[in-house]
């Protein structure tokens, strides 16, 4: 079946560590996105990428990094300089042309602090 | 300023009890509008996109219309597996990676 897959599910980081969140999508799509979900808060976009080796800085981008080396992986490291990390994080692609611009979204990776 | 408002942020239904759910918006321009059910724990689900206003989509007991301010989902005769939250968001036509999520309405069925 196709889909976005994201692991782990539960992850934990300690103090002025880096954690890195993975996402794979087996749905052939070019567009990816990293999203934090916050209790309360609409879904913001930390990162986006269009196509392989290319991605851009969403909203609240500063304390996370991303790669685009592979059209199927877009993974994102949360690094220690995100002083606020735990959060839920969603990670989703989307298809060309209109029709197909619904995001699909993964299961979610819970971040939180030691 | 690009906005999506979600109402109400909580409801308690009870089982057969039909309700609506309101998403209005304001952009300058309407690409598209979504609706997703996200579960406890879970990623956001698909459920209808709407594209123009006077649109209505339909599947099983949920009917999302669209007029050129908002946006609404019916729920009718809702059974205790509806229980979920329910979430808005919108593709303005100025920016082709953007959505705006609304924060969700929780919604729950007692049996």
């Known amino acids: 079946d196709g889909g976005i897959t994201q692991s782990p599910k539960y992850l934990f980081r300690k103090e002025g560590q880096n954690v890195t969140l993975s996402c794979e999508q087996n749905l052939n799509h070019d567009a990816m996105y990293w999203y934090r979900q916050d209790p309360g808060q609409g879904l913001r976009l930390i990162y986006y990428?269009?196509?392989?080796?290319?991605?851009q800085k969403g909203d609240i981008a500063e304390g996370y990094s991303v790669s685009r080396e592979k059209k199927e992986s877009f993974p994102l490291t949360v690094t220690s300089a995100q002083k606020n990390p735990t959060a839920f994080y969603l990670c989703a692609s989307r298809g060309r042309g209109r029709i197909n611009e619904k995001l699909f979204f993964g299961s979610g990776t819970q971040l939180s602090v030691l | 300023e690009d906005q999506v408002t979600q109402s109400p942020e909580a409801l308690r239904l009870q089982e057969g009890e039909s309700s609506s759910l309101n998403c209005s918006y304001t952009v300058s321009g309407l690409r598209g509008l979504f609706w997703y059910r996200q579960d406890p724990g879970k990623g956001p689900e698909f459920l209808f996109t709407?594209?123009?206003a006077g649109e209505e989509k339909e599947k099983e007991r949920l009917k999302a219309t669209l007029t050129k301010k908002e946006s609404f989902l019916h729920i009718t005769a809702p059974k205790p597996e509806d229980s979920a939250t329910y979430l808005c968001?919108?593709?303005?036509?100025?920016?082709?990676?953007?959505?705006?999520f609304g924060t969700g309405t929780r919604l729950k069925v007692l049996a």
């Open positions: 990428s269009q196509i392989v080796n290319d991605f």
């Open positions: 968001a919108v593709h303005p036509s100025s920016g082709t990676y953007k959505y705006i």
């Open positions: 709407l594209y123009s």
